[in-house]
């Protein structure tokens, strides 16, 4: 099993940045490929990035390519999301998951995911 912690959140105005963090328990956070989605109020959960179980393959949504980077650090189990350029429209709470790296790469589809952290707050101000 897999628990994750994510951090990292805040108030920040449009244009502005912030990096996100979700740190893993366990010894086997290698072996599980990793993503990020968020929720805003009333909408559904999006899918934002996903990396790939070594960090050579990383994805993105369409809305945030050019912006946001992600990224992971095995040695440290832990995985990042650094937001860039952040609009009004990126407002929502952000959760990093996790499912075995056997079951594939990551992808857009969130029950697809087993593990989930319990979610950070990013507000952008306009």
């Known amino acids: 099993q897999v628990q994750l912690v994510s951090s990292g959140g805040g108030l920040v105005q449009t244009g502005g940045s912030l990096r996100l963090s979700c740190a893993a328990s366990?010894?086997?956070?290698?072996?599980?490929?990793m993503a990020w989605f968020r929720q805003a109020p009333g909408k559904e959960r999006e899918f934002v990035s996903g990396?790939?179980?070594?960090?050579?393959?990383?994805y993105y949504g369409d809305s945030v390519k050019g912006r946001f980077t992600i990224s992971r650090d095995n040695a440290k189990n832990t995985v990042y999301l650094q937001m860039n350029t952040l609009k009004p429209e990126d407002t929502a709470v952000y959760f990093c998951?996790?499912?075995?790296?056997?079951?594939?790469?990551?992808?857009?589809?969130?029950?697809?995911?087993?593990?989930w952290g319990q979610g950070t707050q990013v507000t952008v101000s306009s």
């Open positions: 366990g010894r086997t956070f290698s072996t599980y490929s």
């Open positions: 998951a996790a499912k075995p790296a056997s079951r594939g790469l990551p992808d857009r589809v969130a029950i697809d995911y087993s593990y």
């Open positions: 990396v790939s179980w070594s960090g050579s393959s990383t």
